[in-house]
């Protein structure tokens, strides 16, 4: 299934992406004990098989030109990042470093994103606006330590994530990111979740890819990862808790804004595309921020 979350003339809701990728059904409607996908994925297996069951042979209730999408899960409940985790990116910063022991994160909040279709906002304080195509694993069963071998079992799904950036705000302080990383709809999460079971097992190799204009700027595989699904799952639940809902940001490819010389960074007008493996594209223009 591919789940997402929508609004259609005012009223949220939930639902799937038809068979022909043309129309939603509302799921919400049909199941109303589940008020959105972060429910249906807490309800855990029994829920997810009565969404499918809901969804087969269902026709479209709406078309999906004709609903907003939103996040595909609402509110999640924590929004991990990792940083430099594509062997190719660590060398792009020719610091000769070697590779690292252990993956960076940090943290993003919810509302530093928007969802396929919305706008990102280019900041008054800043022109240094950047993209980062990512793959985005959404946690479906909670966990504490969780073995990496049993990893990939609490993982819902997969979506797109455009990890936007404001550059210069990175580097405001000594020991961390985080202004940078949280500006308000400088980033985005979608369309929809693709749910693991549309995968082979283990997930198999995914290409990720980022388009700015029509133009590739970032273009690599989950081959090139320093750090596996299955290990970030692993080191992550060591010191947190997971909960189904929680997005993990895998990494950004080469080829991000800051490393063109001259930089190329986005400006209003520009359509930033993320494309991932069996999910499909995450589409956003981007739009000056007013005062």
């Not at 059904?25 to 969404?51: K, M, N, T, Y």
């Not at 470093?97 to 994103?113: E, G």
């Not at 080191?235 to 997971?242: D, G, K, N, R």
């Not at 080469?254 to 494309?275: C, K, T, Y």
């Amino acid at each position: 299934m591919k789940l997402l979350s929508f609004s259609h003339q005012g009223r949220e809701a939930w639902g799937a992406l038809s068979a022909d990728g043309q129309g939603v059904i509302d799921l919400g409607r049909r199941l109303p004990d589940l008020p959105g996908v972060l429910e249906l994925l807490q309800a855990g297996p029994a829920a997810l098989s009565r969404a499918r069951t809901a969804c087969a042979d269902a026709a479209p209730d709406h078309r999906l030109a004709d609903v907003q999408l939103d996040l595909p899960v609402r509110r999640p409940p924590r929004i991990f990042c990792i940083g430099v985790n594509y062997a190719h990116r660590n060398a792009e910063y020719k610091d000769g470093s070697n590779l690292p022991k252990y993956p960076s994160i940090f943290m993003r909040v919810p509302d530093s994103f928007v969802g396929h279709g919305h706008a990102l906002l280019q900041p008054h304080e800043s022109g240094q606006l950047d993209y980062e195509g990512e793959i985005a694993l959404v946690i479906g069963k909670a966990g504490r330590r969780i073995p990496r071998e049993h990893a990939l079992a609490h993982v819902a799904g997969l979506t797109c994530m455009n990890e936007g950036t404001i550059r210069d705000w990175v580097h405001h302080a000594k020991f961390n990111v985080t202004q940078g990383k949280n500006w308000y709809h400088s980033g985005a999460i979608g369309p929809w979740l693709a749910t693991a079971d549309e995968y082979p097992e283990g997930l198999g190799t995914l290409r990720v890819q980022t388009r700015v204009n029509g133009e590739t700027r970032q273009d690599d595989s989950t081959d090139h990862l320093m750090f596996d699904f299955a290990y970030l799952v692993h080191y992550l639940s060591t010191f947190a808790p997971l909960q189904p809902g929680d997005i993990i940001a895998t990494g950004t490819p080469i080829g991000a804004g800051i490393r063109f010389d001259p930089p190329r960074f986005l400006q209003p007008g520009d359509v930033v595309e993320v494309e991932v493996s069996g999910v499909g594209v995450l589409r956003n223009v981007v739009e000056a921020e007013q005062p």
